[in-house]
């Protein structure tokens, strides 16, 4: 299947401070990206569909400023988390869809996820 | 209601026994249903999906779906302890440009 990788897998940050997390389609081309939130013995929770060379779309109750994505290359999306309070800590997963593998399955492949945690 | 719905368990069966994990949806327009499986502090990786009707088979595992009843159902056969789990459904809906949404999961536990 494809892979895609996200970095870093973990990180620890105070409250107020950035974060950047990366998600990288590695063999194959992603023109959209998601973005999930998944916080312990809960559900992964959508946050934001990512597309390449245009803005992305939030859902419902997600801050767009606050949390900023960039899909800068069909490889490559960002999410930053800007001034991080505790209540952001969460694991963050991204997933995107081969464009040719993923066409007809709708399947989605995921990255290993990012644990953020707010001190 | 929840768009989709899983007992959150944990259930609990015995080694080489068969596994039976539900999941109701409320979308009747829901059009793919994909069954993962999350080990503790991993991301979740996919088991298997089904788009039509009936039963799909692959190894251990099969899917079951049923559209009318708003139903879809995974069953382990000879279930092993690194079966232990939490198995997430997930539907997307056609023209849903993949979207999936997912239930709260399953706790799976094989015992010895």
């Known amino acids: 299947g494809a892979v895609v990788s996200q970095h870093p897998s973990w990180v620890i940050c105070k409250s107020g401070t950035s974060v950047k997390i990366e998600c990288r389609s590695l063999?194959?081309?992603?023109?959209?990206m998601f973005w999930y939130r998944q916080f312990p013995k809960q559900s992964l929770m959508l946050m934001a569909t990512?597309?390449?060379?245009?803005?992305?779309?939030?859902e419902q109750g997600v801050e767009k400023d606050k949390f900023l994505i960039n899909h800068a290359s069909l490889t490559l999306s960002t999410l930053t988390v800007t001034s991080a309070h505790p209540e952001d800590s969460s694991f963050y997963i991204c997933?995107?869809?081969?464009?040719?593998?993923?066409?007809?399955?709708?399947?989605?492949?995921f990255g290993e996820g990012s644990r953020l945690t707010v001190l | 209601q929840k768009e989709v719905e899983q007992n959150s368990g944990p259930l609990s069966v015995p080694e080489g026994a068969i596994a039976s994990l539900n999941c109701t949806y409320s979308?009747?327009?829901?059009?793919?249903f994909f069954w993962y499986r999350q080990y503790s502090g991993k991301s979740p990786e996919l088991i298997m999906f089904?788009?039509?009707?009936g039963d799909k088979e692959d190894g251990r595992f099969t899917a079951q779906l049923n559209k009318a009843s708003q139903y879809v159902s995974l069953l382990i056969r000879d279930s092993q302890p690194s079966d232990s789990a939490t198995y997430l459904c997930?539907?997307?809906?056609?023209?849903?440009?993949?979207?999936?949404?997912f239930g709260t999961g399953t706790q799976l536990k094989v015992e010895l």
């Open positions: 089904i788009y039509s009707n």
């Open positions: 979308d009747r327009g829901s059009q793919s």
């Open positions: 990512s597309n390449e060379g245009s803005k992305a779309t939030y």
């Open positions: 063999d194959f081309q992603a023109t959209t």
């Open positions: 997933s995107a869809r081969d464009l040719l593998q993923g066409r007809n399955t709708g399947e989605l492949f």
């Open positions: 997930a539907v997307s809906r056609l023209g849903g440009g993949n979207k999936l949404t």
